[in-house]
């Protein structure tokens, strides 16, 4: 579990040590709260919340900063068999993807991030989130939208 908050984490602040710091003090907030914990309940969802209760009451959480794209090498080394022009390109890719994702508003990415990448229910965010299921379906597809619209904007600026 503890990946997949630092990894929800890490999107949300756009820094490495802000989400080591984040999920730190997630798992302190959940340490310390657990008496509130109900057997019975998600708690995966449980924690989830806890880390974006906590980033969206953070310094980090509530001010707009420009961000550095991850640059992994590890994610860009493709098989032997991939061209150089191939890797050059799938990085790209996950360059406008990822770039198109931290333009999201936060309410917007959280959702996209939640359901597509850590393949949450709508329930689960909707809890999470603290959102009704509609508006969490209602983010999700304007989220999906906006990334859509994002990534044909930078497809036609290139071929300009």
Same mark, same amino acid.
């Given at each position: ?7 929800f ?6 820094? &490495? @040590? ?25 708690? &995966?969802?449980? =924690?989830y ?15 707009v900063? =420009? ?11 493709g098989?032997?068999?991939?061209? +150089?022009?191939?890797?050059?390109l ?14 999201? +508003? ?10 597509? =990448?850590? @393949? ?11 959102? +009704? ?14 990334? &859509?619209?994002?990534?044909? @904007?930078?497809?036609?600026?290139a071929?300009?």
């Amino acid at each position: 579990m503890f990946a997949s908050l630092y990894n929800f984490a890490h999107w949300l602040t756009r820094n &490495r @040590e802000e989400a080591e710091d984040l999920v730190q003090e997630t798992y302190l907030k959940a340490l310390k709260g657990f008496v509130s914990f109900q057997q019975g309940t998600n708690f &995966r969802a449980w =924690m989830y919340r806890i880390l974006r209760n906590t980033f969206l009451t953070s310094r980090s959480g509530l001010s707009v900063k =420009m961000t550095v794209p991850l640059d992994r090498e590890e994610d860009a080394v493709g098989l032997a068999a991939d061209t +150089p022009e191939a890797v050059l390109l799938a990085r790209a890719d996950q360059q406008m993807v990822q770039g198109a994702l931290e333009r999201l +508003p936060v309410q917007f990415r959280e959702v996209i991030l939640l359901c597509d =990448m850590e @393949e949450m229910s709508y329930q689960e965010i909707a809890g999470i989130v603290g959102i +009704p299921i509609g508006t969490v379906m209602s983010r999700l597809s304007r989220a999906r939208k906006s990334i &859509r619209e994002l990534l044909a @904007e930078k497809v036609r600026g290139a071929s300009k």
